[in-house]
């Protein structure tokens, strides 16, 4: 069984990822995580070096949590691999109520590699969430062996809610 978590910048990815390491005792895969690992530097190589590291994992039959914004072009690939795999996929949208929440969020975040392409990160933002909305009312990220979760990040009663959620997911899975 494969995990895919996706959402905007700031949207609670990281901390629902480790939640559910924590409950479904599985690998957690986070993108950001590979691209500090290669050590990327800007160079457009390091950056491809980690996608190549996590569309393995997303391919391959080990059950894992990966987590990514499930935007850009890489999004062809990753459901591509995932749907490689043959595994069963639970996809869960992390949200935020309000957009502001990703923006401040945004002002306490660090990243620990250089990307090499560019970005204006708050005008990202706004392109993110855009191109989610728009590939989830589309249908894009359904299919077959794919189920879809919006689970929000907002508050404690939502960290509870999404714990109760992993706990029940964990009972009914079948992680090997």
Partial sequence: MKFLIIGNIGSGKTTFGENAREILEI????????????????????NYLALYYFMQKAENQESVILECTGSGVHKFSLKRALEISGQQVRIFVCKTRDIRINLERLERKRFN????????LKQHIYDVQKELENDLEAGF??????????????TEEDLTENRKLLLELKEKSNLD
């Fill in 27 to 46: 690998p957690f895969i986070d993108l950001d995580r590979l691209r500090e690992l290669v050590k990327l530097d800007g160079r457009v190589s390091l």
């Fill in 113 to 120: 590699y250089v990307f090499p392409f560019p970005k204006d």
């Fill in 141 to 154: 990220w359904n299919w077959k062996k794919s189920e879809l979760w919006n689970v929000y990040m907002d």
